[in-house]
């Protein structure tokens, strides 16, 4: 089973016996199987008709709609979590200050180690300058002691100090290891994003969460209730958390070799004009932003075009679906799996099966 993406102006899904047909406004016609439909992500303008509907609710296939440049505009999800002792130990364990900042600890310190690991592999390229090896080892150095008071704190709001302060120096010289010139990024930003790097990770980050939501979401877990992100109304605190350990290795490295392999160009990006009642704006959906305040003011952003989003997909499925040697297991299994573990492993800790919750990071 697989993900399948539909991106469309005006397409339309409708039924046709025991499948689901999707056609486009120049008549072609797409069948997709409901057996062989692992997930549906609807991006841009696509209708879905009664009895598609119904095909949908009767394989309880999830559905993700997506504006055309990925905001996030609803989700059809049929999960069945009636696990109330599973919600309880998580609430209970929420209230214990010690243990849920172990857990959260574990998560931050596996997202720094990841950086470290990255930032390693820029620092051995060959064509670097004398000012840029000064640069990334000033960087490094910064990172590591990050990572050294993240180990030791003992208070959650330094502990979320320690991993912004990293993911600073992080990107801070995350631009170097990008071969084309015409390919920006001076600095994080997004919402919306600044640059066209910026447009792809705020995009890839996008589509990881999602992979991550339903990861938790098959394990019975309550998505909102995290241990490293601030609790609020409506926000999937838990999502953000297990996302940043597969930050660098999926999403970060993916964009990289969108821009190094010569697979995005110039022309699969667009300038926009940003305000609050834009319907791109805001593209990537932020541990924060069930508050966040929006400008009313007009800004300049970067997206990505139709086709460029179809080449940021293609690519970030190829990497998930890649085998790499996953340590708990000693096999190689795909990144998606690996996804699924992690959100294993972490309600094994929430119903007490396994003592102390163990961030994935790669080397």
């Not at 209970?92 to 600890?105: D, F, G, P, Y």
């Not at 840029?132 to 993240?150: F, G, P, Q, R, W």
């Not at 409506?234 to 999403?251: K, N, S």
């Not at 959906?285 to 086709?307: V, W």
Request: glycine residues 6%; positive net charge.
């Amino acid at each position: 089973m697989s993900a399948i993406y539909i991106l469309s102006d005006n397409g339309k899904l409708s039924k046709k016996d025991e499948t689901i047909v999707f056609s486009q406004p120049d008549g072609t016609n797409t069948i997709l199987f409901p057996f062989k439909t692992e997930q549906l992500v609807l991006i841009g303008n696509v209708s879905i008709s009664g009895e598609a509907f119904r095909i949908l609710t009767k394989y309880k296939i999830p559905v993700t709609l997506l504006s055309k440049n990925g905001r996030f505009n609803g989700k059809l999800t049929f999960g069945e979590n009636k696990n109330v002792f599973l919600r309880q130990k998580q609430y209970q364990i929420l209230s214990n200050q010690k243990q849920s900042l172990e857990i959260a600890r574990s998560i931050v310190v596996g997202k720094i180690k990841n950086q470290i690991s990255f930032m390693q592999r820029i620092k051995r390229k060959s064509n670097l300058t004398d000012n840029e090896e000064l640069k990334i080892e000033d960087a490094l150095n910064s990172v590591k002691s990050s990572l050294s008071y993240a180990e030791t704190t003992d208070n959650i709001e330094k502990l979320r100090g320690f991993e912004g302060i990293a993911a600073r120096s992080y990107f801070s010289i995350f631009g170097m290891n990008i071969i084309p010139e015409w390919a920006e990024f001076k600095s994080r930003s997004k919402n919306p994003p600044k640059s066209n790097v910026n447009a792809v990770l705020s995009f890839l980050y996008t589509l990881l969460m999602y992979r991550v939501e339903s990861a938790i979401e098959s394990q019975g877990l309550d998505t909102c209730c995290g241990n490293l992100h601030a609790l609020n109304y409506g926000r999937t605190a838990l999502v953000f958390d297990l996302m940043e350990e597969f930050r660098t290795p999926i999403a970060d490295s993916v964009c990289c070799s969108l821009f190094n392999l010569g697979i995005l160009k110039i022309g699969d990006f667009e300038k926009k004009k940003f305000s609050n009642d834009s319907e791109e704006f805001p593209l990537e959906k932020t541990p924060d932003s069930s508050d966040e305040t929006i400008s009313e003011s007009f800004d300049n952003g970067i997206l990505l075009t139709k086709e460029g989003i179809k080449k940021v997909i293609s690519l970030f499925e190829e990497k998930i679906d890649t085998q790499i040697l996953y340590l708990p297991k000693n096999e190689k299994i795909s990144y998606k799996k690996i996804i699924y573990e992690q959100a294993a492993h972490y309600k094994r800790v929430m119903i007490g099966e396994e003592i102390e919750y163990k961030s994935y990071y790669f080397k």
